[in-house]
């Protein structure tokens, strides 16, 4: 990373990373007596895993975060796939029956199916050997169809993967959609994200890097949905206790510092 320090960190900043950092450690602390080897159910490994990719996203923004206000539109492209794996669990965890979570787990298996799919149709069109991909697409539907015939025996068919708003509908979170139209403008390069280099149009136009501290308040404040909700269902699905992750007075840590960034002057 280069040393040179253009917009440096402000406290608040400083303080709601160091914050959501503790928050990872929290969550760890919370599960070690509760993970296990991997269990009777996909859902609940599948879990943990994209809960992992959650930790390493966040652990990233704080390290971005805490060097420069400069790399903002980075932290946001990575807050923006924070969020849609947040969601992801949510989704997949939310019901109270096993067998419903375990058939949300296999329409995510899907991806995987399309992934090979169009990989195989890529490599064939260009004369590049697709062995492994057609290998890897006939073990995953195999293994689907046969995971798919067990749950449909216990009463569950599993369906297609909805979109991301569709899984927040489901979960009664549709509000939080928002969240990811935001996000996505720095994902996209839309004219919203050249924002933070520019002030009007035409000949009234001027360039510079216009970043503040109160820009970086979306990114905290989505992330921290994205450790605090997935964590504590995740937690609980394991029979441990949400808690001993979220204390109240954790919590109210958090939103007092994200008040403190978003009325920064």
């Given amino acids: 990373m280069n040393?040179?320090?253009?917009?440096?960190?402000?406290?608040?900043?400083?303080?709601i990373s160091n914050l959501l950092e503790d928050g990872i450690h929290r969550f760890l602390k919370a599960t070690e007596k509760t993970i296990q080897v991997p269990g009777e159910f996909e859902c609940i490994d599948e879990g943990l895993l994209q809960y992992n990719l959650i930790i390493r996203n966040i652990e990233a923004v704080a390290l971005l975060a805490k060097h420069d206000q400069v790399l903002f539109p980075t932290a946001m492209g990575i807050a923006r796939s924070t969020f849609e794996i947040a969601v992801r669990v949510l989704w997949m965890m939310t019901p109270k029956d096993a067998f419903i979570r375990e058939s949300r787990w296999l329409s995510q298996i899907e991806n995987i199916e399309e992934y090979n799919n169009i990989a195989v149709k890529f490599y064939r069109e260009h004369g590049f050997d697709h062995s492994q991909f057609t290998q890897d697409r006939e073990l995953i539907l195999r293994f689907r169809q046969k995971l798919n015939e067990l749950l449909i025996v216990k009463g569950h068919n599993p369906k297609r993967l909805p979109d991301l708003r569709d899984m927040l509908k489901e979960i009664g979170l549709e509000k939080e959609y928002i969240r990811y139209i935001v996000l996505s403008q720095f994902t996209h390069g839309t004219l919203i994200s050249?924002?933070?280099?520019?002030?009007?149009?035409?000949?009234?136009?001027?360039?510079?890097?216009?970043?503040?501290s109160i820009d970086w308040y979306g990114i905290f404040n989505s992330l921290w949905f994205c450790l605090s909700y997935p964590g504590k269902l995740l937690i609980e699905r394991l029979g441990g206790n949400a808690g001993a992750f979220i204390s109240l007075k954790y919590e109210e840590e958090v939103n007092d510092a994200l008040k403190n960034l978003q009325n920064t002057t």
């Fill in 3 to 15: 040393d040179e320090i253009l917009i440096p960190p402000t406290q608040g900043i400083i303080t």
């Fill in 194 to 212: 050249t924002s933070v280099y520019r002030m009007n149009f035409g000949n009234m136009k001027i360039f510079g890097e216009y970043i503040t």
